[in-house]
């Protein structure tokens, strides 16, 4: 009973630490959280996305990527309304419910070990103040709900070895199928993750009992849609764009390579064996591979993408790093096939990630590498407070600086995310939309038509997610359109230019003399990069957190 008490004060506090200022921080609303949420909005409305399509899997409008977080955003969209909490809401939710299932998940592992209820507590307690999980459960990213139903399903999975019930079963591959639809990463993960269980932990005679359904669900719920969405022209698209096999790069350096061997003098059947693409791909893929667990990565500020980071704070607190080293000690020599597991889980989790472009080292993508390195570390944790408490004089001190330390590394942690990570680069994150929407808004109504630059990134998809505009309305605007880039299609009086300075001056060949570019009746949205140009009023500048400028807000005398 008093572990019951213990979790649930366990997750109050990782509860916490996701909802305060939720909708406030981080500050301003990415444009993949506005995608997301206006989708849901749109989705809620109507039925369709933003582009139209009857409950689409993937939308067009977000580069065919996977709605699942639209979906399960639409509750908290009708409840809340359109807004910066709602549309994170489910990853909040989601996020906190993952703390009570890695103590469930850790108490399956350890169903036979004296300790499993307090090593599956301190399993809750890292990932309730892990900087990494905390950071992405605030955002309206996939990541935290992806995290969820993974470890919902590693926990049905195990379930169903013991009890050999098949709705647990069934169970696990639903959720883990679920993940399909929310995420690329898991595209990737669990072809491979899946087959961890079957040859760990199910015996011969189960395994045969059972290989004809393990066989099925494998392939019919993750193999067969993975074959579809990569045989797709469309929904591969995302895929495509981002894989180290299309990156300019690459092809380059072998480029570079052949030329430099025909400039050398090197036999042809030498260039081709050592200077091809494949070799290419290979040491591309390695050193992104192992970037996922370089030291600045892990516990120094230097992951990706930047819109995440929090000035000189690490996605793991740096004592996890002992901790875990004593817990994969203890699980070898006790030649453990849980840490094989658990080790095997980690090092699978960055390969989705390593086949792409950008953004190496990825903390989105990888997430769910988190739970295994949490349940090492926690196993780590208990054994040295197990072997402190032979000596009796060093237990009490031990146990008291151990707990002194995650203290102030989860104070010194929320300092940097509360105080320093608003103001860190706020253009990654698109900040200054919503104060120009709101300004725009009330002052539209005197002007015939509205230019804005597209110099910040998806000007539309702000504009459509702080005014609430009627998705229906949207939909039949854009029906005919044949732009389909929605970072920047017109809609309601809004034109949405590639110009950073709709408004400016330019020379007029006639007369050789500068001359304003600009129309009277039209109100113009410039770059806050841009000089106020001579004949504009300028009405409105609109700021980032960092106090620079991001819009300004013209009119043409």
């Not at 909708?23 to 949420?37: I, Q």
């Not at 001056?505 to 113009?524: A, F, H, K």
Request: aromatic share 16%.
């Amino acid at each position: 009973m008093k572990g019951i008490y213990l979790l649930a004060l366990i997750f109050i506090l990782g509860t916490v630490l996701r909802y305060w200022l939720l909708g406030d921080v981080p500050v301003s609303l990415h444009r993949d959280e506005a995608f997301l949420g206006y989708n849901a909005f749109s989705l809620l409305k109507t039925g369709r996305d933003m582009s139209g399509a009857l409950l689409p899997l993937h939308f067009e409008s977000f580069i065919y990527s996977p709605g699942g977080y639209s979906y399960f955003s639409i509750p908290f969209t009708a409840v809340f309304g359109l807004s910066e909490f709602s549309v994170r809401f489910a990853s909040f939710i989601f996020g906190s419910l993952s703390i009570l299932l890695i103590y469930l998940v850790c108490k399956q592992l350890f169903n036979k070990e004296k300790l499993s209820n307090t090593i599956s507590l301190f399993a809750a307690l890292l990932l309730a103040i892990s900087p990494w999980h905390i950071n992405l459960s605030r955002t309206a990213t996939e990541n935290a709900v992806v995290v969820f139903f993974i470890l919902l399903g590693t926990y049905l999975f195990m379930k169903w070895l013991r009890l050999e019930n098949k709705v647990y079963l069934f169970s696990a591959f639903a959720s883990f199928a679920v993940t399909l639809t929310l995420y690329q990463a898991p595209r990737v993960f669990l072809p491979l993750f899946i087959p961890l269980f079957i040859i760990l932990f199910i015996n011969k005679k189960q395994f045969f009992k059972n290989k004809f359904i393990l066989t099925g669900l494998y392939l019919f719920v993750i193999i067969l849609p993975l074959i579809f969405i990569l045989t797709s022209q469309n929904l591969s698209t995302r895929i495509r764009s981002l894989s180290i096999l299309n990156h300019e790069y690459t092809n380059l350096t072998v480029q570079e390579q052949i030329a430099n061997d025909g400039v050398a003098g090197v036999p042809y059947l030498v260039t081709r064996l050592f200077h091809n693409r494949w070799v290419t791909y290979s040491h591309v893929f390695l050193n992104n591979y192992f970037a996922h667990f370089s030291y600045p990565h892990l516990f120094s500020d230097e992951g990706f993408p930047e819109r995440y980071k929090v000035p000189h704070a690490g996605i793991l607190h740096l004592y996890i790093l002992p901790f875990f080293i004593m817990g994969s000690i203890y699980f070898i020599l006790k030649r453990d096939k849980r840490y094989i597991f658990l080790i095997a889980w980690i090092l699978i989790s960055p390969i989705g990630s390593a086949l792409a472009s950008d953004d190496i080292p990825n903390l989105q993508r990888t997430l769910f590498m988190l739970p295994p390195i949490l349940i090492i570390s926690a196993y780590g944790l208990i054994k040295v407070f197990t072997f402190v408490k032979l000596k009796k004089k060093l237990f009490y001190p031990s146990v008291s600086f151990v707990f002194l330390i995650i203290f102030l590394s989860l104070v010194y942690y929320l300092l940097q995310y509360y105080s320093q990570a608003p103001a860190y680069r706020p253009w990654l994150r698109q900040d200054g939309y919503r104060e120009l929407v709101s300004y725009t808004n009330s002052i539209k109504g005197d002007y015939k038509k509205i230019v804005i630059t597209n110099r910040e990134s998806a000007p539309t998809i702000f504009f459509l997610f702080y005014e609430k505009y009627d998705p229906s309305l949207f939909q039949k605007e854009t029906k005919k359109s044949k732009l389909r880039d929605f970072d920047r299609v017109n809609f309601n009086g809004y034109e949405f230019t590639e110009q950073e300075c709709p408004v400016k001056m330019e020379l007029d060949p006639n007369s050789n003399t500068e001359v304003l570019i600009g129309e009277r009746g039209t109100l113009y949205i410039n770059s806050g990069l841009c000089d106020i140009p001579e004949g504009a009023i300028l009405l409105k500048t609109i700021k980032r957190a960092d106090n620079s400028e991001v819009f300004h807000v013209l009119t043409v005398k």
